[in-house]
T-cell receptor, first 115, second 109 residues
């Protein structure tokens, strides 16, 4: 069966510090991978998605970047965090392809607080 | 632009029935999803509709009308554990999920 691991679960970082959140998927090959951010009381905002190693699409210009160094590894980074980067970050995967009924499966999420 | 609307918050009584509505305007349509999200946790998949009509799955049912750009999630025999946010999401013409802000459902004894 497929599983997705995302860590850490919570993180408190000072303004200006770097960030690295990691996500790995097991039990599937060549998945679509996603990073979302969810502000309190808001919907999910797609930040980045990837359809393959080294292929990153950015949806929203921001202080963040993403990388996919391996097939089942997706990393969200920042060189200098801003207060506005605080939020709930979710990694997700779905099967490769354009099938309509391919739902997204989410990691546990990372609660990031920038202070 | 693309838009998905759902009520911000709803309150219902344990054992009752509640209907959560979702209307959407997207560039293309390739299916509608409902997810449940408990506070502080990741969303979990509930249902998928791509054709008009009702899909039933235990206590939960989801309905879709593509001509009206409308869906609802029906929860029967409400339990306290159903207290959560319910997210509506639509796959657009690029097969990307567009998300609503979610409906916070409060269940009272």
């Amino acid at each position: 069966s497929q599983t997705i691991h995302q860590w850490p679960a919570t993180l408190v970082q000072p303004v200006g510090s770097p960030l690295s959140l990691e996500c790995t998927v097991e039990g599937t090959s060549n998945p679509n991978l996603y990073w979302y951010r969810q502000a309190a009381g808001r919907g999910l905002q797609l930040l980045f998605y990837s359809v393959g190693i080294g292929q990153i699409s950015s949806e929203v210009p921001q202080n963040l970047s993403a990388s996919r160094p391996q097939d089942r590894q997706f990393i969200l980074s920042s060189k200098k965090l801003l207060l506005s980067d605080s939020g709930f970050y979710l990694c997700a995967w779905s099967v490769l392809g354009t099938g309509g009924n391919t739902e997204a499966f989410f990691g546990q999420g990372t609660r990031l607080t920038v202070v | 632009g693309q838009n998905i609307d759902q009520p911000t918050e709803m309150t219902a009584t344990e054992g009752a029935i509640v209907q959560i509505n979702c209307t959407y305007q997207t560039s293309g349509f390739n299916g509608l999803f409902w997810y449940q999200q408990h506070a502080g946790e990741a969303p979990t998949f509930l249902s998928y509709n791509v054709l008009d009509g009702l899909e039933e799955k235990g206590r939960f049912s989801s309905f879709l009308s593509r001509s009206k750009g409308y869906s609802y999630l029906l929860l029967k025999e409400l339990q306290m554990k159903d207290s959560a946010s319910y997210l509506c999401a639509v796959k657009d013409s690029n097969y990307q999920l567009i998300w609503g802000a979610g409906t916070k459902l409060i269940i009272k004894p």
